[in-house]
């Protein structure tokens, strides 16, 4: 047993003395292979607020841990030197993190104000292909270290920025998360051009070890250091270095001493005569290469499509007011009908984001709060102008039983709920020399005992914009012969097709996005595009790319917009009557009281006042003026902001001037606060 355990220990030491020597024959000799490894990523420097970060902070290093892949090879010059040149794919991405500097004050349920705590996150997209020429020492006949440069060409650079609420507790976006996207997109500079060096140049210092596993391959483990000289982009002292480890499979070319003893020379074969050859054809080889294409006509040597999402939440007062034609109890066509199988299916989330298109559904909003609010009432009061309709009797209570009993048979609002009156004219009368304020005179007013009914409407909207403007498809298509078509589909991962085009065997097509079917596509989906390549023969050659897909979610409220480290506001009061301004009606009462809670001792305020077209236009602008100045004064009875402009602009046409309805929307008031959000202020302005 002890001499079989000594042969077998010997059999063992003979194999590895004959593998070292086999690797030592391996090692001064041309060699080429792959190389998979790793590299910790440390970003150096400081990356501040640009045009394309918004409100970012500051961002002060970061290290990452990606990945790298190619190809090398192994010169050998003499016995001891060889040069290895390397050509790899280097992922040198990093997710910054900074505390949010602006801290804008929230309001809680209790109704107490807190600041909101947030805080940035930045990931970073940095791909680099990198070409490395090293001269290598051969310590011993495995052990060898390295000292040489590195040049790398960035493929992509970009960014995605995202918020996330630290405090207070339970406080969300509008979306009821608490982690939106805020921007994606490639580094640019103040003048909106791109940014990022394309070519990163580093010194790369490795040491490593051959390990042969036969005579013709070889294992190659290595470490290495990369230091780069120049910045990530122009407008950030921000360099990017690597530790890198990495594990290569290299084969031995073959040389004249690998090579076996050639056979002796055969005898001579007698000659075989051969028909002439007939030339073949080779088979066709096609390639596609995708780039994005910016709204400036430049591309990007990628391809991948964001599709950005914006929200906006606008706020749009109701008239209580329905007009009708001269002589008739018939509502007027303008006004949106429905039917009792239709009206359960109303909802004011459904409403567009316009003014008089909201109007136009009063009814239908009235019907459907006093359903949802079953302990409010309604008064009708039904109006007559003598002048156009004198001769029909008791026609200022018909048109206020239409109203209701359009409420009732459509909405099913109890007839008890709601109340008739009537009048000659309405209490505030518009100027009956005109026809323009008669037909505001022959209308329907609606009152109630609960403000939630006339309240305004918050209509919310949403928008979808897709980067880029359009997908370049580069094809190369390589045959003798006559190509017959080469056809282009994109699709998603069901099949669907949402593009298609045809070009040619090298010329360029170009796919524009906004004609692309792309309402349905799924967060992070990858697309395939389809290069279809049909030859004269009718084979089909197929070639596949992928176009990743990423969805970001921006929201804002139409009223309200942040501008550098200022929160603007803007609110519209109306139901001005014709000629009348000394004071705000009961209709905006909540309007006023929302811009009386928003306005602070630092806040600007700008107040313009408007009118319709009726009238003089020297009358009219006195009458902004007035109309604005009700306003200031309200507010400064309740608080005394830092500025207050006011400006009369007379007449305006936000609305059909033509239309009683839009003579009143022109009406109006608009407020305007600028507040700034500063954190060393509390939400009065003083010093903290």
């Not at 530790?243 to 074969?269: C, D, F, H, Q, W």
Request: charged content about 20%; overall charge neutral; hydrophobic content about 40%.
């Amino acid at each position: 047993m002890k001499n079989k355990i000594t042969f077998m220990w010997l059999n063992c030491i003979v194999v590895v003395v004959c593998t070292l020597s086999a690797g030592a024959q391996t090692m001064n000799k041309l060699a080429a292979g792959i190389m998979l490894g790793g590299a910790l990523n440390m970003h150096n420097g400081v990356l501040t607020t640009n045009e394309g970060v918004l409100d970012c902070g500051i961002f002060d290093g970061t290290t990452s841990l990606r990945w790298l892949a190619g190809n090398y090879a192994m010169i050998p010059l003499d016995e001891k030197w060889a040069l290895s040149p390397r050509l790899y794919y280097h992922k040198a991405n990093g997710t910054f993190e900074a505390d949010n500097p602006v801290s804008p004050l929230i309001a809680l349920s209790n109704g107490t104000t807190v600041p909101l705590t947030t805080t940035h996150t930045l990931d970073v997209s940095l791909d680099y292909l990198t070409l490395d020429a090293l001269a290598q020492y051969f310590i011993t006949d495995q052990l060898y270290g390295g000292l040489g440069v590195s040049v790398g060409l960035a493929t992509r650079n970009a960014f995605e920025q995202n918020e996330n609420i630290i405090s207070p507790q339970g406080a969300t976006f509008l979306d009821g998360s608490t982690t939106r996207r805020i921007v994606a997109g490639n580094f640019t500079d103040k003048q909106g051009s791109i940014a990022s060096n394309s070519i990163r140049l580093a010194a790369v210092a490795n040491i490593g070890m051959m390990i042969p596993l036969s005579r013709s391959f070889i294992l190659n483990p290595e470490v290495s250091f990369q230091y780069s000289f120049l910045n990530v982009i122009t407008d950030a002292d921000w360099k990017v270095h690597a530790a890198r480890g990495s594990i290569g499979l290299m084969y031995v070319l073959e040389t004249n001493e690998n090579k076996a003893p050639e056979p002796p020379p055969a005898p001579p074969a007698q000659p075989i005569i051969l028909p002439p050859p007939v030339a073949a054809i080779a088979p066709a080889v096609a390639m596609l290469d995708i780039q994005n294409v910016n709204s400036d006509g430049s591309a990007e040597n990628y391809a991948e499509l964001t599709i950005n999402q914006h929200r906006s939440l606008d706020i749009l007062p109701l008239l209580p007011y329905i007009f009708f034609e001269a002589e008739t109890d018939v509502m007027i066509n303008r006004y949106h009908r429905l039917t009792s199988a239709t009206a359960a299916g109303f909802s004011e989330a459904d409403l567009p984001n316009n003014q008089l298109e909201v109007y136009y559904d009063l009814l239908n909003i009235i019907g459907a709060r006093m359903k949802k609010f079953p302990e409010a009432t309604l008064i009708l009061t039904g109006c007559v102008e003598p002048q156009d309709d004198g001769t029909v009797k008791s026609l200022s209570g018909k048109r206020a039983e239409v109203v209701r009993a359009y409420l009732h048979d459509v909405h099913g609002i109890a007839i008890e709920r709601m109340t008739i009156q009537s009048r000659k004219l309405p209490q505030i009368i518009s100027n009956r020399g005109v026809a323009e304020g008669r037909a505001e005179n022959r209308r329907v007013e609606i009152t109630t005992n609960d403000q939630r009914i006339l309240a305004p409407v918050f209509a919310r909207n949403a928008r979808a914009t897709v980067t880029p403007n359009a997908l370049r498809l580069n094809p190369s298509v390589m045959y003798q012969g006559n190509i017959r078509s080469v056809d282009y589909t994109l699709a998603d991962n069901s099949g669907r097709q949402l593009a298609s085009a045809r070009g040619g065997r090298s010329e360029p097509v170009t796919m524009n996005t906004s004609a692309m079917n792309l309402s349905d596509v799924k967060t992070n989906q990858v697309l395939t595009m389809k290069m279809n390549v049909t030859d004269d023969s009718g084979k089909v050659i197929a070639v596949e790319r992928t176009v990743p897909v990423r969805r970001t979610f921006t929201s804002s409220r139409g009223n309200a917009q942040i501008v550098r480290d200022t929160l603007i506001e803007r609110y519209s009061l109306i139901l001005f009557n014709f000629d009348r301004a000394s004071t705000i009606s009961g209709e905006n009462d909540q309007i006023m009281r929302l811009i009386r809670s928003r306005v602070r001792t630092n806040s600007d305020v700008r107040i313009d006042g408007m009118t319709d077209g009726l009238g003089r236009e020297e009358k009219n602008k006195r009458l902004s003026e007035t109309r604005a100045k009700v306003v200031q004064e309200d507010i400064n009875a309740f608080i005394k902001p830092e500025k207050l402009i006011i400006n009369g602009l007379g007449e305006v046409t936000l609305f059909d001037n033509q239309l009683p309805e839009g003579r009143f929307y022109n009406r109006r008031v608009f407020v305007e606060i600028a507040t700034p959000l500063n954190p060393d202020l509390d939400e009065e302005g003083a010093l903290k």
